[in-house]
């Protein structure tokens, strides 16, 4: 049984992400799976001004203590303009300060989301350009276009046939390749 944390890369107490997360963990079941909500994480902006003066928040040392226990991790990353959201970057800032390589060792299944036709797939492709230079080994990822349209959040379900297919097949991949 693999040790799994999961999260959106959002500060959105409405993230489509999370609701992403929160749907796509329940196929875990023979995984020991944590969820954790980064909008209750309050970082400043990084500045190696503010790292030498104060040192690391006591939420960066958390989470990263969170990964580092982790034996895998399923991230939702939301786009800003093409990209990851501003909140998700300096995250990634304040924990590559900690340790170079956090990532090091950790399976990772990348997913997004995004009302929009192209499901968030720039924010999904930044992530799957740089996680991995900070140690990750991107396994599986998946984007779930028109969130609006193809995801039910009254049932909290993907309702798109064919989409729902592939999620599952992308899932099922991924929870074979962490046991």
Request: charged residues 20%; aromatic residues 10%; hydrophobic residues 45%.
């Amino acid at each position: 049984m693999a040790r799994i944390l999961a999260f959106a890369g959002s500060n959105s107490t409405k993230s489509i992400n999370h609701q992403l997360i929160t749907y796509v963990v329940k196929e875990f079941i023979e995984h020991q799976v944590r969820v954790l909500t980064l909008n209750t994480y309050s970082l400043a902006i990084y500045s190696e001004d503010l790292e030498r003066n104060e040192g690391f928040p006591g939420m960066a040392l958390a989470l990263h203590q969170d990964i580092a226990d982790a034996d895998a991790l399923v991230i939702a990353v939301g786009e800003h303009n093409g990209g990851w959201s501003a909140f998700f970057k300096n995250i990634i800032d304040w924990l590559s300060r900690i340790d170079r390589n956090f990532l090091a060792g950790k399976k990772i299944l990348l997913m997004s989301t995004s009302p929009g036709q192209r499901g968030a797939i720039g924010a999904l492709e930044q992530a799957k350009n740089v996680l991995p230079r900070f140690g990750a080994e991107i396994l599986e990822s998946f984007s779930v276009p028109s969130f609006y349209e193809n995801f039910s959040v009254e049932e909290q379900e993907i309702t798109n046939e064919t989409l729902l297919l592939g999620l599952k097949e992308v899932l099922s991949t991924f929870a074979h390749q962490i046991k």
